[in-house]
């Protein structure tokens, strides 16, 4: 992990972690170490790694997720491009939307920015409906406030825990 001047401004962000093909947890885990490992970047801590079901299409593998908190100065794109490079290195392959994935990792908060880009949508659009995002987040962060959104407590609320579960 390597550190920048002090004259940086280092924002708290929050990445959801998912993989269901090989090996997840050992794909969820190794990634948890590679944010670690992230230049302009340090970790400061990550849920439980939870099994949830898929969300997409039918017929896919239960997901291994997480929630990890990094403090980075990094813009959003740049952390973007970061993670995307992690998930390449899992050979992730993007053939069908919200199918099965060696290794997600989505942005889900940047500080309190509220970004819409072709690229990138901080809060993350689905973080208020995912039981699999909101509670490692709440695990972690039961504090954390999501811009623009009810308070995490309030989607807690709304969004029922399901069949997920912690391993």
């Known amino acids: 992990m390597a ?16 993989s269901n093909l090989e090996h ?8 948890l170490l590679e944010l670690e490992r992230l230049d302009h970047c340090r970790a400061l801590v990550h849920s ?30 740049e952390l973007l491009d ?3 490079a992690i998930e390449q290195q899992h050979q992730r392959v993007r053939i069908q939307h919200w199918g ?11 500080g309190d920015q509220q970004i819409s880009s072709e690229r990138l949508t901080v809060p993350h659009p689905f973080i208020q409906a995912r039981n699999f995002v909101l509670y490692p987040l709440a695990e972690i962060a039961p504090e954390v406030h999501i811009p623009n959104q009810i308070s995490l407590a309030n ?13």
């Open 100 to 110: 099965p994935r060696t290794l997600d990792l989505d942005l889900l908060l940047y």
């Open 24 to 31: 997840p947890v050992t794909q969820v885990a190794t990634a």
């Open 48 to 77: 439980s790694l939870y099994r949830s079901d898929p969300v997409g299409p039918p017929g896919q593998p239960d997901y291994i997720n997480a929630v990890a908190s990094v403090e980075t100065t990094l813009s959003p794109i």
């Open 155 to 167: 989607c807690l609320e709304h969004c029922e825990n399901g069949t997920l579960e912690p391993i």
């Open 3 to 18: 550190e920048s001047s002090s004259t940086e401004t280092w924002t708290r962000c929050y990445i959801g972690l998912g």
């Open 82 to 84: 970061a993670l995307q």
